[in-house]
């Protein structure tokens, strides 16, 4: 049986990445394969849990890598793998990327992030990251960054956006320029998936 396609859309928070992981997915349905969307933090019980943390206080810093690895062991075993067995295409809005991204800002090794997840979650054939700096994200997200905690969320995203961008010469990786209207920025992912393919 044909194995399916593994696309991740990564990103800094504001680069659109939901928008173009959702048009991906309608394009390549509309050229005849199976897909599934997902995303993560995922909709179960873990994700759910790292969701609330946004409103109603942030986990420690551990508590936090390991519901993320929690929520993606079910994600894997549940939804990715059996996905990709059956030869669907499989794209992700986030994913393990992302945690070496964010809790690698929060302080922990990114090599040892990715060392940790690759334990058990399948490597993608194309890891798309989304790229704008750091003023145009906080511009889309509505935050001029100028308040004490906008500040403290520049530097996050920037130390972010260096992490995901240190993956740039990894060979599945592809970065699109994201500053574009999402019409042009759609454009590009299709060409970079249709140049990505067998
Ligand atoms: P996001 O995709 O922005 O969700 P929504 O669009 O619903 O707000 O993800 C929520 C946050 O989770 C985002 O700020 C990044 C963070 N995150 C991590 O810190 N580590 C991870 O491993 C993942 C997958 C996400």
Known sequence: ?????????????????????????????????????????????????????????????????????????QHVAETISPALAAGKVVILDRYYFSTMAYQGARGFDPAEIRRLNEQFAPVPD?????????????????SRGDSANAFEQRENLQRCREIFLSLKDEPFTRVIDSSGTPDEVGARLRQTVQDGQP
């Open 1 to 73: 049986m044909q194995r399916g396609l593994f696309i991740v859309i990564e990103g800094i928070d504001g680069t659109g990445k939901s928008t173009q992981a959702r048009r991906l997915a309608e394009w390549l349905v509309a050229h005849g394969r199976e897909v599934v969307l997902s995303r993560e933090p995922t909709d179960g019980p873990w994700g759910a849990q790292l969701r609330a943390s946004a409103a109603t206080g942030r986990l420690s810093p551990e508590d936090e890598l390991r519901y993320f690895l929690n929520d993606r062991r």
């Open 126 to 142: 194309l890891l798309l990251i989304l790229d704008i700096d750091v003023n145009m994200a906080l511009q889309r997200i509505g």
